[in-house]
């Protein structure tokens, strides 16, 4: 079992920026990719970008630019930057880990973008 363990959602302004964090814990050993996704309301849970162990990244094209995934892998971690942020960017962001080919999500932090 994979424990994730978001921080670093919060409010901020169009234009502006924030860093999402999620360290992972307990059976970390295989996990294979790490990456964000986010859920606005009264939509599906979409991927936003995700990273493999082996450094590959893939983006949504709504954020290709403006958002930056990374991973550390010596602290389990994996971390979101997100520039020149819009209003439509507004929803709740969950980590997801892939171990096995099986899902573990995190308990979600909510982002919003508004003046």
């Known amino acids: 079992q994979v424990q994730l363990v978001e921080s670093g959602g919060g409010l901020v302004q169009p234009g502006g920026s924030l860093r999402l964090s999620c360290a992972a814990s307990?059976?970390?050993?295989?996990?294979?990719?790490m990456g964000w996704y986010r859920q606005a309301p009264g939509k599906q849970r979409d991927m936003v970008a995700r990273?493999?162990?082996?450094?590959?990244?893939n983006y949504a094209d709504s954020v290709k630019g403006r958002f930056t995934v990374s991973r550390n892998n010596a602290k389990n971690t994996v971390y979101l930057q997100m520039n020149s942020l819009k209003p439509e960017d507004t929803a709740v962001y969950y980590c997801?880990?892939?171990?096995?080919?099986?899902?573990?999500w995190g308990q979600g932090t909510q982002v919003t973008v508004s003046s």
């Open positions: 997801n880990a892939v171990r096995w080919q099986r899902d573990s």
């Open positions: 990273v493999t162990s082996g450094g590959s990244t």
């Open positions: 307990g059976s970390i050993f295989g996990i294979s990719a």
